[in-house]
């Protein structure tokens, strides 16, 4: 026992330096506060506190940061002494200054141990937040009663509520860190630490009043923060939670502050929201890993890039490029179609620019990285070429012919497209393993989600590649099979048929939105299907000689959408808030008529059902099938490409945490009335008759 425990490090250890402590973590990757480091911190404290040889404590951590946050795989279980709160009541309770030295980035408890420190210092990189709410709960170690005591309440408000970091000057200037550090961090802290040692100066957080002092009295500050989260947290608890937390701090002595946070994090912790928020979290790392992708796969260097097609996507897919700095040579086929394109992305980015979102001066180091061209020559030093034509298989596989005369060897040649056989343009190629799908979700600027479309011929490296690329862009990446719609569109389809079938039968697009919505979606399928254009889809309907009575009737009226003024909904001049319009209930009475349908009064949770439920289904048909790795991708996909509500956790997990039991009766319960979009899976049949749900599937080899 005593030699195995010899031969492990310690996760905590102290040295000394004359007469400071130095207490260093060492829990790689990120430090996080499990069980064991707690323990550790706890121990060490006391013992320096204990030392008579000692003046003050560092607290340091080894590594590419200070501790970055909790252990969540702990979070499942009950809290084992001691907890957090436990260690910070010790560094309370020193009688000599403790001084937090900070690198790489204080989140969550990390940042609520450093809060519980005498003085905070920091190097210039360093980053602080308290993410807790992106986990759907709030800071359980004093985080929300300490941070407005050093930062006030606004700023403590905003920091907690939206989970965003700060970076070390931000943090300076709002009093969360008393010194930055441009030189040696320990040494820095080693000489403040033996400085207030001699000055004995130790000012404990819970012990101030004056920031919070401000605020007392000014009830307006919480309900603004109230107002102002309403609108973004759209049904999620942990915000409303973070409030109240903070308010607390405000109004209630410092350890009853202390107890309350903990009652509202603990029933947090509990919450099927957080088990969503958290199982999103783990997919979303999960989802990077790809079996015949390891460690030891070439990642080839991407150091320049081309994109061929300046429209909508190619547009968007050339942005994301360049804010990360890759520069990128945008193809087209005519000048005017280039100028457009461009003309777009600097709009777009002065748009970014003009709220906020990037520094002015960007706006030209980006555009400069694009270079426009009309000749697909000119695509020869590109590392990665992206496609992004129309959606047409014999003009892709023209364009990948063309590409492949041209590409180096090496290179990545990437299709955007959304529905059609990655294979088949690959076989328009000398070289299959080179090409890829990588579909981008509109705006492809904004959208978080990268489909990565594994072809039966793409090599492993290819896909390594591009999995690094999407980290690199700030993409989620999900790595599917070559099949119609792929996972995310495949599973829109199922939904879009019942959405048009409950239209028919008596709802109107404006209730079928509005149960989305309020389920938490960002929007419905009709304002989805105004925004994106009725007319893309008029036109396949037209080609393969399909039909839609309602759609094909406001189409040959010309209500194409948003961008007519009118789709299913209609839009006054300038705005995008979707009215709902008495001439498109007409024209779906008329139809329904037509088809001899009896309209019924259709309540919300039936909505929701027709909705959701095909969604799972097919979503256990693409799994059945491997197109998607694991039911986690499959919720990772819904959650950044279609905006699913994140404490809905994904179609998969929303069927799990409902039972997949009962949600296969209810399917086999529609199935009678609805037809097959209803009759459950075979996956779901087994599953279910198992007692098990999506969850209990093994992880692919
Ligand atoms: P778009 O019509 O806006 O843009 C296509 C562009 O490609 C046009 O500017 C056209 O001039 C150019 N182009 C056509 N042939 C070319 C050639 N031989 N060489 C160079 N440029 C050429 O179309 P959009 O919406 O950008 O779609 C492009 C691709 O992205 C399609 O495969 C589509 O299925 C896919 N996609 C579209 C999404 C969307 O929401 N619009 C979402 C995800 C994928």
């Given at each position: 026992?005593?030699?195995?425990?010899?031969?492990?490090?310690?996760?905590?250890?102290?040295?000394?330096?004359?007469?400071?402590?130095?207490?260093?973590?060492?829990?790689?990757?990120?430090?996080?506060?499990?069980?064991?480091?707690?323990?550790?911190?706890?121990?060490?404290?006391?013992?320096?506190?204990?030392?008579?040889?000692?003046?003050?404590?560092?607290?340091?951590c080894?590594?590419?940061?200070?501790?970055a946050?909790?252990?969540?795989?702990?979070?499942?279980?009950?809290?084992?002494?001691?907890?957090?709160?436990?260690?910070?009541?010790?560094?309370?309770?020193?009688?000599?200054?403790?001084?937090?030295?900070?690198?790489?980035?204080?989140?969550?408890?990390?940042?609520?141990?450093?809060?519980?420190?005498h003085?905070?210092?920091?190097?210039?990189?360093?980053?602080?937040?308290?993410?807790?709410v992106?986990?759907?709960?709030?800071?359980?170690?004093?985080?929300?009663?300490?941070?407005?005591?050093a930062?006030g309440?606004?700023?403590?408000?905003?920091?907690?509520?939206?989970?965003?970091?700060?970076?070390?000057?931000?943090?300076?200037?709002?009093?969360?860190?008393?010194q930055?550090?441009?030189?040696?961090?320990?040494?820095?802290?080693?000489?403040?630490?033996?400085?207030?040692?001699?000055?004995?100066?130790?000012?404990?957080?819970?012990d101030?009043?004056?920031?919070?002092?401000?605020?007392?009295?000014?009830?307006?500050?919480?309900?603004?923060?109230?107002?102002?989260?309403?609108?973004?947290?759209?049904?999620?608890?942990?915000?409303?939670?973070?409030?109240?937390?903070?308010?607390?701090?405000?109004?209630?002595?410092?350890?009853?502050?202390?107890?309350?946070?903990?009652?509202?994090?603990?029933?947090?912790?509990?919450?099927?929201?957080?088990?969503?928020?958290?199982?999103?979290?783990?997919?979303?790392?999960?989802?990077?890993?790809?079996?015949?992708v390891?460690?030891?796969?070439?990642?080839?260097?991407?150091?320049?890039?081309?994109?061929?097609?300046?429209?909508?996507?190619?547009?968007?897919?050339?942005?994301?490029?360049?804010?990360?700095?890759?520069?990128?040579?945008?193809?087209?086929?005519?000048?005017?179609?280039?100028?457009?394109?461009?003309?777009?992305?600097?709009?777009?980015?002065?748009?970014?620019?003009?709220?906020?979102?990037?520094?002015?001066?960007?706006?030209?180091?980006?555009?400069?990285?694009?270079?426009?061209?009309?000749?697909?020559?000119?695509?020869?030093?590109?590392?990665l070429?992206?496609?992004?034509?129309?959606?047409?298989?014999?003009?892709?596989?023209?364009?990948?012919?063309?590409?492949?005369?041209?590409?180096?060897?090496?290179?990545?040649l990437?299709?955007?497209?959304?529905?059609?056989?990655?294979?088949?343009?690959?076989?328009?190629?000398?070289?299959?393993?080179?090409?890829?799908?990588?579909?981008?979700?509109?705006?492809?600027?904004?959208?978080?989600?990268?489909?990565?479309?594994?072809?039966?011929?793409?090599?492993?490296?290819?896909?390594?590649?591009?999995?690094?690329?999407?980290?690199?862009?700030?993409?989620?990446?999900?790595?599917?099979?070559?099949?119609?719609?792929f996972?995310?569109?495949?599973?829109?389809?199922?939904?879009?048929?019942?959405?048009?079938?409950?239209?028919?039968?008596?709802?109107?697009p404006?209730?079928?939105?509005?149960?989305?919505?309020?389920?938490?979606?960002?929007?419905?399928?009709?304002?989805?299907?105004?925004?994106?254009?009725?007319?893309?889809g008029?036109?396949?309907?037209?080609?393969?000689?399909?039909?839609?009575?309602v759609?094909?009737?406001?189409?040959?009226?010309?209500?194409?959408?948003?961008?007519?003024?009118?789709?299913?909904f209609?839009?006054?001049?300038?705005?995008?808030?979707?009215i709902?319009?008495?001439?498109?209930?007409?024209?779906?009475?008329?139809?329904?008529?037509?088809?001899?349908?009896?309209?019924?009064?259709?309540?919300?949770?039936?909505?929701?059902?027709r909705?959701?439920?095909?969604?799972?289904?097919?979503?256990?048909?693409?799994l059945?099938?491997?197109?998607a790795?694991?039911?986690?991708?499959?919720?990772?996909?819904?959650?950044?490409?279609?905006?699913?509500?994140?404490?809905?956790?994904?179609?998969?997990?929303?069927?799990?945490?409902?039972?997949?039991?009962?949600?296969?009766?209810?399917?086999?319960?529609?199935?009678?009335?609805?037809?097959?979009?209803?009759?459950p899976?075979?996956?779901?049949?087994?599953?279910?008759?198992?007692?098990?749900?999506?969850?209990?599937?093994?992880?692919?080899?």
């Amino acid at each position: 026992m005593a030699e195995a425990a010899d031969r492990t490090p310690p996760l905590v250890r102290t040295d000394r330096d004359g007469d400071i402590a130095r207490i260093t973590v060492a829990n790689p990757p990120v430090n996080a506060l499990s069980h064991a480091v707690r323990s550790g911190i706890l121990a060490a404290v006391q013992a320096a506190d204990a030392d008579a040889g000692v003046a003050a404590i560092v607290l340091r951590c080894d590594g590419r940061t200070f501790v970055a946050g909790a252990d969540i795989t702990e979070f499942g279980r009950p809290a084992q002494e001691p907890i957090l709160s436990t260690v910070l009541a010790a560094i309370d309770a020193s009688s000599k200054p403790v001084v937090a030295a900070i690198h790489g980035t204080a989140l969550g408890g990390g940042l609520e141990l450093a809060l519980a420190c005498h003085w905070r210092v920091a190097v210039q990189s360093a980053r602080v937040g308290l993410p807790e709410v992106k986990l759907g709960i709030i800071p359980g170690g004093g985080g929300t009663q300490r941070l407005p005591r050093a930062a006030g309440v606004a700023k403590a408000l905003d920091m907690i509520t939206s989970g965003e970091m700060i970076g070390a000057d931000a943090a300076l200037a709002a009093g969360i860190i008393d010194q930055v550090v441009a030189g040696d961090l320990d040494r820095a802290a080693v000489e403040l630490a033996r400085a207030k040692a001699a000055e004995g100066a130790m000012p404990r957080l819970r012990d101030r009043d004056e920031r919070t002092a401000e605020a007392r009295g000014q009830s307006g500050l919480f309900d603004a923060a109230r107002a102002a989260m309403a609108r973004r947290a759209r049904g999620r608890t942990a915000p409303e939670y973070a409030i109240r937390a903070v308010q607390a701090a405000v109004e209630l002595p410092f350890d009853e502050g202390i107890a309350y946070e903990r009652a509202l994090c603990d029933e947090l912790k509990a919450s099927a929201q957080s088990r969503a928020q958290r199982h999103i979290f783990f997919a979303e790392r999960d989802a990077a890993k790809v079996p015949g992708v390891g460690r030891d796969t070439p990642v080839a260097r991407i150091g320049q890039a081309a994109v061929i097609g300046a429209g909508t996507m190619g547009g968007g897919i050339a942005m994301c490029l360049a804010s990360a700095g890759i520069p990128v040579t945008l193809i087209e086929t005519t000048q005017p179609a280039l100028d457009r394109g461009l003309a777009t992305i600097r709009s777009n980015y002065e748009a970014t620019a003009r709220r906020g979102g990037m520094a002015a001066a960007d706006v030209e180091t980006r555009m400069g990285l694009i270079r426009p061209s009309l000749a697909m020559a000119d695509l020869a030093g590109a590392d990665l070429v992206i496609e992004a034509v129309f959606e047409d298989t014999a003009i892709k596989k023209a364009v990948f012919a063309e590409i492949d005369r041209h590409a180096k060897a090496g290179a990545v040649l990437a299709t955007n497209t959304s529905t059609l056989d990655v294979n088949a343009i690959a076989a328009a190629t000398g070289r299959p393993e080179s090409v890829v799908g990588l579909h981008f979700f509109s705006p492809a600027n904004v959208m978080k989600l990268l489909e990565i479309v594994r072809g039966a011929r793409t090599d492993a490296g290819v896909l390594a590649t591009s999995l690094a690329l999407a980290k690199r862009i700030g993409k989620v990446p999900v790595v599917v099979g070559v099949c119609d719609g792929f996972v995310g569109n495949r599973m829109l389809r199922a939904r879009g048929r019942q959405a048009e079938r409950l239209v028919m039968e008596g709802a109107l697009p404006q209730q079928v939105d509005a149960a989305l919505y309020d389920f938490g979606f960002p929007m419905g399928p009709y304002a989805m299907g105004d925004l994106a254009g009725l007319d893309i889809g008029w036109r396949i309907r037209q080609e393969k000689g399909l039909k839609s009575a309602v759609a094909d009737r406001l189409c040959a009226l010309g209500r194409f959408g948003q961008k007519t003024g009118a789709g299913w909904f209609r839009y006054e001049a300038g705005s995008r808030t979707p009215i709902p319009d008495p001439a498109v209930e007409a024209i779906i009475l008329e139809e329904a008529a037509r088809a001899g349908i009896a309209r019924r009064e259709i309540a919300n949770a039936e909505i929701l059902d027709r909705l959701l439920l095909p969604m799972v289904n097919e979503g256990a048909r693409i799994l059945e099938e491997g197109m998607a790795l694991r039911p986690g991708d499959i919720d990772i996909v819904w959650v950044y490409g279609y905006g699913w509500p994140i404490q809905e956790g994904g179609p998969m997990h929303w069927a799990d945490a409902r039972g997949l039991a009962a949600a296969r009766d209810r399917m086999v319960e529609l199935a009678r009335q609805h037809g097959e979009d209803f009759v459950p899976a075979p996956l779901i049949e087994r599953l279910a008759a198992e007692g098990k749900g999506f969850a209990d599937l093994p992880q692919p080899a």
